[in-house]
């Protein structure tokens, strides 16, 4: 089996473009520049737009009226590859280990965006034109929240006008199974620093007398669930929408994911919120994590010291329709209340995107789970999911559209953690999903 | 003013000979090899004894019948200098600044350490004799626990038979203020790691699903107190032995410490174990610290992930009459009832030591008491101390001897933090001590 235009996803996964990372920061700017000179090689006219972060790589083909228009979204930036020890395969070089390509982005998001642009390059090379007017919008900022799209679009909303966005950056239930996401949780991230002794301290000398930042830290961060799993901050829970019958009983109709997730994890005990699936925790039960904790001594051996400040990075997960401004006053106040005598709380909120939810029996819906049918066969899975796009919302916004969710990763795929993975054959379908997707759309009435 | 011996303090100093760190072995290797030739040159038989870890030195004068033998001990290790960014003149080079030298080491021991060794020089220059039969034991392991001291005493008790032990290692209350130090807390380290699942996870796939290793040590940490500054483990306190009625009110002679820890500390305010003074709470009451807390992701930015473990590094400060091996099982009781669902807990006791206490009207006491008051004048402060020397209570095991702890450490010299640093008056006040004390030991019938 050839693998058409597997050179060229190759080459993108070889840019370590971690947009978090400001010493990546010309390699994240050369890969969108790659992309550019790619895009106008399979004939199409495209722009690279500076941003204050990381450029946008926007591309068309020639737009004809009466035709519907669609734009595919994508992002170039990948996560950090720490920690490095863990990688069975170099992070940055692209491996093929069996079915699959092993590379930090090889399913989020260069081998989904590649497969929608090696459609195109195909159908562009076969018929000359493309059933729709097209707009591919690439950005490098998606792993830091997007913090300059939402202008980009506000900026130039005539110029990027279109009937829908569809984008490939979610997940599939399982391997062959079409999978349409009609819903995704939002996000609200922040970083949490307790202050204490101005510098290091002996804990021979000065343990008891002081609070230790680290102390405090630990019983500031043990306030934020309640015993049963849910989060304790006041309100939090106020503006979340009830699950919807059909709902429930479509997820359950997708079988109990409980046995799946456990064996992905490899945790000893699954555990979350009292009451719900685990379908309903993870996809549209909105949670508060502490995805970095560190204070004092992280060396080998033991050091007796009370450090003079221990930090943790939380990330909110939110489904409609919570909202991160108001969870980020819920927070504070919940951190300003609870911190421990003898420190001091200091709080820097992070990047934030709400809550996401359509309605998947829509006309356009419609037409994305024909073109998933067509691509996998068998019926389609209506799913949401737990991860954060903040740039759906930013669509439906700015540009009035729904976003189509026509995810080619699986359960397995490991995105944002070492190993991260993703099947040669899904690469190959993505490339006919693409063709697909655009002839069920340019039919639509 | 010239300040004799400087040169052999600075070479000293200058061994990054840091006891925990495997990368510095060869380099403390060479301090002790340093010592043994210095000890040598003063005119002293000299031997470096190989050890599993790092060697101990073992110098002693001739000695004669019917004179005292006194043991002088001393450590050549120091504590990480981490963080190096925060040091205001580089860690590892001696540095005159005012009337201090700055260095790692300069403190904690090699200053007070290089005061006695100067003290015998400048003697036996002067007189050709000792007024004792003198052993210096100078080991290289103190900061991680001693482990092969003790074992060394043993195999050695009959060579090593003395009348007492006297060590600066310990602090003054204040400036010219001759301090004798009667107790000190012991010791208890254990490295706690709570693990999840199998691989770090995306917080946005399964976050809601499973227990946050960073979460859960959180949690764990916060039962270690409850909300009035005790420690929460049962039976913590049942050996504590309550403090005499002189002791309160000796302490109370020297004023409340409590405005003078706030500024040296730079606390925003203080906090510790309700019902006790500063000097009660730092000198003897039992703590628990996290003296180091970590888990995910500890970059810039954020980064959206749930991590697989996350560990914190324990010490606990024990007072009379408690026992390390008992609390390391009262502390595991308690790890093991209050670790949360969805986690495995392990962990790894580390190094520890016995509290200490000793009669300080004894007639060694008082002989110590008047050499403090001819090198400082005024009277002399009777204190115990908070920091741990496990050895102190190995020579009262293995040798049946007291330790006299004639400290020389200001408490801003800020031993196991940046910028460490010693005065030169204190330096020179220790040759002046070390004179006065085997001349006043001498003289003890």
Known sequence: MTHPGLDDLFTLLRFPSVSTDPARRAET????????????????????????????VLARNTHKPGRKTVMIYGHYDVQPAEPLAEWRTPAFEPTVV????????????KGQL????????ETLAAEGDLPVNLIFLFEGEEEIGSPNLKPFLQARAAELKCDLVAISDTGMVAEGKGTFTYGLRGIMCAEVTVKGPSIDLHS?????????????????AATLHDDEGRVAVAGFYDDVRPLQDWEREAWQGLGDSAGETQELTGVPALHGEVGFTDQERRWARPTAEINGIGGGYQGAGSKTVIPR?????????????????????????????????GVVLDLHDGHSGLPYVMDPHSKEGAAAQRALQQTFGGSVALIREG????????????????TLLLGLALPDCQAH????????????????????LLRELAAVV
Chains 1, 2 share one sequence.
């Open 29 to 56: 700017r050369a890969c969108g520049s790659w992309l550019l000179n790619k895009l106008k090689g399979i004939g199409l006219s495209a722009e690279l737009h500076e941003t204050p972060g990381h450029p946008i």
């Open 98 to 109: 069996g079915d699959r390509i092993m590379c930090r982005g090889a399913t989020d998001n």
């Open 114 to 121: 590649m497969a929608h642009l090696r459609g195109v390059e």
């Open 204 to 220: 021979g000398i000065f343990g008891g007398a002081v609070m230790n930042p680290n102390k405090a830290l630990a019983r500031l």
């Open 309 to 341: 400040e221990a930090f943790m990075k939380l990330s909110f997960r939110l489904v409609p329709d919570q909202n991160p401004e108001r969870v980020l006053e819920q927070v504070k106040a919940h951190l300003k209340k609870h911190t421990p005598p």
């Open 387 to 402: 991860g954060s796009i903040p740039i759906v919302q930013a669509f439906k916004d700015v540009l009035g559209v729904d």
């Open 417 to 436: 953690a070492p190993n991260e993975n993703f099947p040669l054959a899904n690469y190959e379908a993505g490339v006919r999903l693409n063709k697909a």
